[in-house]
Each structure stands twice: as structure tokens, then as C-alpha cells.
């Protein structure tokens, strides 16, 4: 199969899937085209994970006893901020330089009868494809074969806000450095690792602004990180000054063309994955030739198994590179929690494995941030008012579409009980409906009658009768053009068959294409809707709940004069970000009149649509500010749900970046939600500064005592969680089955 495979890019990818496919069989006739010379290349040092050098060593251990020889190791990041300066240890890195990995990998090729071209432009893609076997296009960021075959491949491309340059210099760091430097013109950083005795790669980098502003001449960068570099001067090598860009393709292969390495993808250097993912692909693809019965399959499962992996590297990669874009947000922090949140930017690096790789520096973050001796920072309690919260965790809201004529019954009462019997510090209802119209669904609970508050009720004395020390937060809001529709299992967002009412919003614009028209408000309606929400305040303060949240977010009715996508008005409540704030404005205003003043007041709002021409992140934080200055206590910080259309870019956590920002740029303390599912990530989005607080839904419906046994997880067992006396028998963590690691991807042998 394949006998005839035509290489396009003479990169670490493109240069090992030749030698592995050749030495998988000798037979086949394997060309690879390089425009450039041998001894061309772009950049200085290459550092590869243990995971990638353990398939290498599988596969080829040629190449593997050769990279070794080479590679420079070390295991310590420095952070240098403000003059002060952070080491923390136990990383693991090797590195070599990018042109001994080439020249290691032209030596293999030719050792196995690669037929390596040099300084020649490969022909054209079409002709390739039609005369070879299999294209492998490992041509890079800027691949021509993947633009010739574009509408295959259908490519998107995205350009990021900093500019960046890679150098060189003839010192040999001792860590994996980051240094920050603040200029006049804003702030400025390094990121510096060795590769070779006496030699260290330099990557220095600022916002488009930044650089714009200033004349960064390579010697003024030697300036600026003078002590960092002892005096050395920084060279260049074909360098210059670029924008990022991140390369996705909805398909990896068309016919038999397939792309590798940063022709498929791109992830940002300040993970170091692109060599890292440019080997892997090789390794994947030469396994899957190997195991499929004809290429069709081969690239099938090639793309099927790689893309998962890449798409993970790639949210990774999002995350660090925003968190270098958005520098100046956090370079106030104190000095180890800007170290940590370094640290764990990328979500890759979290709190547990930070403690175990270097615990003393993770417990001087602890200390700082002002944990209790052996108290994870989940674990401290936080104030919003005169409500002491013990422990950091909240239910986030979940509808249970369970109630009759808006009246909580005996599920939710298990729901919300069994739940503050978990440990959470702060149990959230569902959306609380302040009247019947304001419903999503017949299932919806309400607190428009006395019967209603009387059942909530029931549940909030349940609460603080049986977990003493838990409190239990009220969540109203009304449901806008979103209502008058089918239970969630039944169909979401699916309009009722049969005994609709009528909806209303902001503007008359329907949520989807089969959904009510719903009618705009008019200023009476508005001026009626606004007493519901304060009628239902003061229900629920009889009630016993110890927090509202004023639902302004998925496009519910609040959320709708928030989104220019859903207020189309042209009165006072539309038009400007000022004007569509207005009505919510005007009923947090009139909720917090009747919600007694020592009890905390929050609001959830979507901080992005996910949508063009929605509500920008720069919007969100301007909302932020007017409902804390409107007597909000803290925002919780979702995102989207908010037009039919969003393109949602979902992954683990994937909606924090945004309360980071909210909790940065406005000052007000956050609640993070979104995709947070493990205590270790609570842990490291509070010890980082990202948030205040974590609200769970998905895991605590998996697990009720989630907050229990994270607790029991870390051996924990200070004040921030208290198990039930009739628990108590349970608070060790069972035993587990072993489980095996997974067996190496490719092994050829020696």
C-alpha cells in the first residue's frame, strides 16, 4: 500500500513520517521536496515532552539514542516580576537545537533511502497527487497545498494581538525563563529556554500596541532583559517581527493529500507543542498506514485519533496565549499568585500537580493567598456582605422542569437538601420564575403566590435545619422570548403543542425560526414586570433564602435588553450599551430596595454571545461595572444560550477566561461557571486569581456530595466542609481497581 509517497516540507514532521514509513517498508519510494537548504532554519531550540520522546523511542530508537545524546534537560521555571523572582521545580524539560534535530533527521532519511531535494520547490499539488501514492503536506503555517485545496479543507485561520520575534543568544539559561518587563509603552516579556551548551532561545513579546508605540530594535530587547541575559546580546537567525496565527481545518486529508504538523494545526510556543504535535502526527499517521487496509481508512483514522489530541493542545494553547495577551490585567498581583497564575495559564499545569512537582512553592502561594495550614484554597471561606460563606463551591442553578403551577414539590426539596447535605458552601434553585408568563416551561417554579413561597420555604429550613453552615440562594428572573415551551426532555426550546401563553421581550424577534413571535414591551408592561420581580424579592426573603441572583443572562428576558442582537428598540431602553442596560438597571435597582440590605445580591449575565455583533467581552465588563455599582455584589459569569445561532468554542472551563477579565478589569468578585468539573481545577482557578468563586451543575448532578468528597479526596477535614454525622461512616475514600497505562502508539524495534 502507498508505494509511491510524495513529502511536501522538509520540517521535524514531514522529515520523520518519511524515515517512519520508509523503515515500516523498505520498498516504498519516499521523495521529499525542501525549498530551503539543508542547513536553513527558522527559529533556534526545539523542547519536546517525555510522552513525545517515549514514541519516539518506541518507534525508532535510532533517532531516539541520537536526540539523547543532544538534549540539553532541566526542570526549573523562573519567573522574574517587579524584581522579585519565582522558582518553582519539577517540570521536566529537554530541549536541543532545531537545526541538530534536522540534521539528526536528514541522516535517518538518508540511511533508509529517503530521496531528500533540497533547495527546490516541490511541484505543484494537483500534479503531486495525481502521480504519487499518498502527499504527506507538512509545508507549514502558510502551506500552499492546504490553500490549493481549500474548499476541501476548508481552513480558518485567526490572527492574535501580539507580536513576537524569535532570537537567539550565546548564554545558557539555567531555567525556563519568563521575565516581565514594563516600559513606557506597556509591558513587555521574555520567554527564554536552553538548548545547547552556551546557547538559549529568546522569544520576546508585547501587544500589537505596545510595539507599535515603541521602537523594539533587538538591542533595545537585549536592553530591557539585560540581567536576565548577564550582558549577552541577542541574534537573529531569519527572524522578525509576526502576529501568531492559529491554523484549524475542518478536514485533515481530501483524496490521498493529508496535512501534518502546522499545515493541520498551530498551537501557541508559549505551550511548546508545534514541533511536539508535528512528530506525534508523524507517529499516528505512520501507525495508521500501517494497521488500515488501504490509505482511504488509514487517513480516516489517522485524523480520527489525532484531531481529539490536537483540539486539546489547541484550547490549551488559547488559554496561555490570551493570558499573555491580557498581561497587564494581572501584573498587579501579589507576587507568587502572578507566579502561580503563570504557571497555570494553560490549565495543562493545575494546582495538585504543581503541589506535587514543588510543594514548597506552591504552599508560599497558599500562604499568601492566606489559606489555613493544610486547608486547599477551595476550602477558605469568602464574604459577600454579612453572609460568610464557608467553603468556595456553588450548585450552579439547574432547572428541574418538575414543579406544578410554579410550586416546588418533593424533587426539588431532595434535589437542593441532598445537595447542601454535599458540602457546597452556596446551593442554587433553578431559575425562579416571577410570574406565570415569565416561565420557560409548565414545569418552571415561580414565586408569584404564596403557595409557591411557602414551599421554597420548606426547602430553605430543610437547609439550614440539616446542613447547618450551607446557604441556599435564590435565582429570579423571567423567561422572555425563550417561553411557552416543551420540558427539556420533551424538546428543548421547542415550542408547546397545546397551551401556550404568550411571550414577550425586548424587541419582536423570535428565538428560533419555529418559536412565538413575542411581543415588544411596552413601558406600562416593563413598569409591571419590574413590580414582579419585586414582589417575588421580598417572597423570597420571607422565604429564608440567604442570596438572590437576578437571572440576566441565555437570553432570558433581562438578557435580551443586554444583547444588541435581541434589543432592536429605538426608545430609551435601546440603542447604546447605556439604553439597553436601563431596564435591568431599573429592577436590580427595585430588587435590591426590598431585599434586606445585610444579604448578598448577585447577577449572572452571558459575557459573550457567541455570536457576530453581539456582546463583546469589552461590553461585558462595562455591564459588570453598572450592576456592581447598582448594588451587585458579584457577577456570575456565564456565557451564550443567548441566540439560536452561537458558535460556542467549548472545553474544559472554557467560559473563565471571561470572569477573569469581568474580576480584573471591573474589580467586583466573580462566580465562574462553565465546563469546571474537577476540585483541582476549583482549586487552581481561586489560588490564581480567576475567580472568587466555582459553580459546578453537571457534577453535582453526577454526584450529589461532590463537595464532600473532594474534601475527602485531598484528606481534608478543617471547617471549610462538615460532613453530616449520618455520613461520617463514608468519609474515607474508597478503594479503586488498578488500571493499566496505555501501551506505546508505534513499536518497530531496533
Request: proline share 6%; aromatic share 8%.
Amino acid at each position: 500500500m502507498t508505494g509511491r509517497i510524495a513529502v511536501i516540507g522538509g520540517g521535524p514532521g514531514g522529515l520523520y513520517a518519511a524515515a517512519l514509513l520508509k523503515r515500516l517498508d523498505p520498498a516504498r519510494e519516499i521523495t521529499v521536496w525542501e525549498r530551503n537548504s539543508p542547513d536553513d532554519t527558522f527559529g533556534f531550540g526545539v523542547v519536546l515532552s517525555d510522552e513525545t520522546l517515549g514514541g519516539i523511542e518506541h518507534a525508532d530508537p535510532a533517532v531516539y539514542a541520537a536526540l539523547e545524546r543532544e538534549f540539553v534537560r532541566w526542570d526549573s521555571i523562573e519567573i522574574t516580576h517587579r524584581g522579585r523572582r519565582h522558582v518553582s521545580g519539577g517540570h521536566g524539560f529537554a530541549a536541543l537545537g532545531r537545526r541538530r534535530l534536522l540534521h539528526i533527521l536528514h541522516e535517518r532519511c538518508r540511511d533508509l533511502g529517503v530521496d531528500l531535494r533540497f533547495r527546490t520547490e516541490a511541484p505543484y499539488p494537483a500534479w503531486l497527487a495525481e502521480t504519487y501514492d499518498l502527499v504527506v503536506a507538512a509545508d507549514g503555517v502558510h502551506s500552499a497545498t492546504r490553500e490549493t485545496f481549500a474548499t476541501a479543507f476548508r481552513p480558518r485561520l485567526t490572527a492574535h494581538r501580539c507580536r513576537y520575534i524569535w532570537l537567539g543568544t550565546d548564554l545558557a539559561l539555567d531555567a525556563f525563563r519568563f521575565d516581565i518587563a514594563e516600559t513606557d509603552h506597556g509591558v513587555v516579556q521574555l520567554h527564554g529556554y536552553p538548548y545547547a551548551p552556551g546557547a538559549s532561545t529568546v522569544i520576546v513579546e508585547m501587544r500589537e500596541e505596545v510595539w507599535r508605540a515603541g521602537e523594539f530594535t533587538v538591542e533595545r530587547c537585549a536592553e530591557l532583559f539585560k540581567e536576565t541575559l548577564r550582558g549577552h546580546t541577542l541574534r537573529t537567525n531569519n527572524s522578525a517581527w509576526t502576529t501568531f496565527r492559529t491554523v484549524v481545518n475542518d478536514r485533515w486529508s481530501s483524496g490521498n493529500v493529508v496535512l501534518l504538523g502546522d499545515a493541520a494545526h498551530t498551537a501557541h510556543f508559549s505551550i511548546g507543542s508545534g514541533t511536539k504535535l508535528a512528530v506525534e502526527d508523524a507517529l499516528a499517521l505512520a501507525a495508521c498506514l500501517d494497521e488500515q487496509p488501504d490509505t482511504a481508512r488509514a487517513l480516516a483514522a489517522y485524523e480520527a485519533e489525532r484531531r481529539p489530541v490536537v483540539a486539546s493542545t489547541q484550547r490549551a494553547a488559547r488559554a496561555s496565549l490570551e493570558w499573555f495577551e491580557n498581561l497587564p490585567l494581572y501584573v498587579g498581583q501579589p507576587p507568587r499568585r502572578f507566579a502561580f497564575n503563570l504557571l497555570t495559564r494553560s490549565r495543562r499545569v493545575t494546582h495538585d500537580n504543581l503541589r506535587l512537582r514543588d510543594a514548597g512553592f506552591t504552599a508560599s502561594v497558599e500562604r499568601e493567598f492566606g489559606c489555613p495550614p493544610d486547608t486547599p484554597p477551595m476550602f477558605t471561606p469568602f464574604r459577600l456582605r454579612e453572609l460568610t460563606l464557608r467553603n468556595r463551591v456553588v450548585v450552579s442553578p439547574m432547572d428541574m422542569y418538575s414543579a406544578t403551577d410554579g410550586v416546588p414539590g418533593d424533587l426539588h426539596l431532595v434535589h437542593l437538601g441532598a445537595r447542601a447535605l454535599g458540602g457546597a458552601g452556596l446551593v442554587m434553585t433553578e431559575m425562579v420564575c416571577v410570574s406565570a408568563e415569565g416561565r420557560i416551561t409548565p414545569g418552571c417554579t415561580g414565586l408569584y403566590d404564596d403557595r409557591q413561597g411557602a414551599a421554597w420555604r420548606r426547602i430553605t429550613d430543610f437547609v439550614h435545619t440539616q446542613a447547618p453552615g450551607t446557604a441556599i440562594g435564590v435565582q429570579l428572573g423571567h423567561s422572555g422570548r425563550k417561553g411557552s415551551t416543551k420540558l427539556m426532555w420533551e424538546g428543548i426550546d421547542e415550542p408547546l403543542h397545546d397551551g401556550n401563553w404568550p411571550v414577550v421581550a425586548a424587541s419582536s424577534l423570535k428565538y428560533r425560526p419555529d418559536s412565538q413571535v413575542p411581543r415588544e414591551l411596552t413601558s406600562a408592561q416593563l413598569a409591571q414586570i419590574r413590580g414582579e420581580f419585586t414582589t417575588a424579592a421580598r417572597r423570597a426573603a420571607h422565604a429564608g433564602f440567604d442570596l438572590l441572583e437576578l437571572h440576566c443572562a441565555h437570553g432570558y428576558l433581562l438578557s435580551g435588553f443586554l444583547s444588541p442582537l435581541t434589543n432592536h428598540r429605538t426608545d430609551a431602553y435601546g440603542g447604546s450599551l447605556a439604553n439597553r442596560l436601563r431596564f435591568p438597571l431599573e429592577v436590580l435597582d427595585a430588587v435590591r430596595d426590598v431585599w434586606p440590605a445585610e444579604l448578598p445580591l448577585t447577577v449572572r449575565i452571558s459575557a459573550t454571545d457567541w455570536a457576530p455583533g453581539g456582546t463583546t467581552p469589552e461590553d461585558a465588563v462595562e455591564i459588570s461595572r453598572a450592576f456592581a455599582s447598582h448594588g451587585a455584589d458579584a457577577i456570575d459569569v456565564s456565557t451564550g444560550q443567548v441566540v439560536a445561532d452561537e458558535t460556542p468554542e467549548y472545553g474544559r472551563s472554557y467560559q473563565t477566561p471571561y470572569a477573569d477579565r469581568i474580576r480584573s478589569e471591573a474589580g467586583v468578585p466573580v462566580i465562574a461557571v462553565g465546563a469546571i468539573s474537577s476540585w483541582d481545577d476549583v482549586n487552581s482557578l481561586i489560588l490564581a486569581g480567576r475567580t472568587d468563586l466555582c459553580a459546578l451543575g453537571r457534577p453535582h448532578l453526577y454526584d450529589p456530595h461532590w463537595t464532600l468528597h473532594a474534601a475527602a479526596e485531598q484528606g481534608y477535614e478543617g471547617p471549610g466542609v462538615v460532613w453530616p454525622v449520618q455520613y461520617r461512616a463514608g468519609s474515607r475514600r474508597p478503594s479503586t481497581g488498578r488500571t493499566d497505562a496505555p501501551k506505546p502508539r508505534l513499536t518497530l524495534g531496533s
